[in-house]
């Protein structure tokens, strides 16, 4: 399958999310969104989009409008959507779902509850973000973590708060780019790296479990 990715930085790359797609074969074309229009709806197999440090609290951005657009009409196509973090927050959007600052940013791994521990397992996973989202009125509740949502479905469309996709070198890059609000949230980096280097351990394997699931559901679903 071809996987049309939405990459809004390039320090917040596909990461495992592309070992894994190289790994099965499948083919990774990634459009950096905010230099280029949002993919037309029946462009790849999949729609995926990634992690942001914009904030849809704010004015949106010039780009904004297109993925939103992107991601509803493959939504209402009945296409496969993946969603992590911003993006999950973006589907959710578009979706009719809100997004709200959270109490205090969230940096580290977490256990989450599923109510589908076959498609979303408990974890952990990587949560780095500032912002939560509300399920969107017609999707499911899959995990929550703290009485915020991790994820939601509707029709083919998953939507993770989490990043399933972290690696070693992504995290690094996050915290190199973060001193000002890691500072502001009273966190130590070595601190930060050390929570981040126990929960590596296994990420790959939850990863790719996770993404062949995924994958599973959407061919069980007959839209691949």
Do not use: N
């Not at 930085?9 to 990634?30: K, T, Y």
């Not at 498609?119 to 949560?127: A, D």
């Amino acid at each position: 399958m071809r996987l049309i990715v939405l990459e809004h930085e390039p320090d917040a790359p596909a990461g495992l999310l592309a070992d894994w797609a190289s790994e099965r074969g499948h083919e990774v074309r990634v459009t950096p969104v905010k230099q280029t229009a949002a993919p037309p709806p029946g462009d790849g197999d999949v729609l995926v989009s990634l992690g942001s440090d914009c904030s849809l609290t704010e004015p949106s951005p010039a780009w904004l409008a297109a993925e939103l657009a992107a991601l509803r009409a493959a939504h209402d196509a009945g296409r496969p959507v993946l969603g992590i973090c911003f993006g999950g927050q973006a589907l959710a959007v578009a979706l009719g779902g809100t997004v709200k600052r959270a109490p205090r940013v969230a940096i580290g791994w977490s256990e989450v509850q599923s109510t589908e521990p076959e498609l979303v397992p408990p974890g952990p996973w990587f949560r780095w973000h500032e912002d939560v989202l509300t399920v969107p009125p017609a999707a499911r509740d899959l995990a929550d973590a703290g009485g915020a949502p991790m994820a939601f479905a509707s029709r083919a469309a998953i939507g993770l708060q989490f990043h399933p996709e972290v690696t070693a070198a992504i995290a690094e890059a996050w915290i190199a780019g973060a001193g000002r609000q890691l500072a502001a949230e009273a966190l130590e980096v070595p601190e930060i790296r050390d929570r981040i280097a126990a929960g590596l351990v296994g990420s790959r394997e939850r990863a790719y479990s996770l993404f062949d699931d995924l994958e599973d559901r959407w061919r069980a679903q007959g839209v691949l």
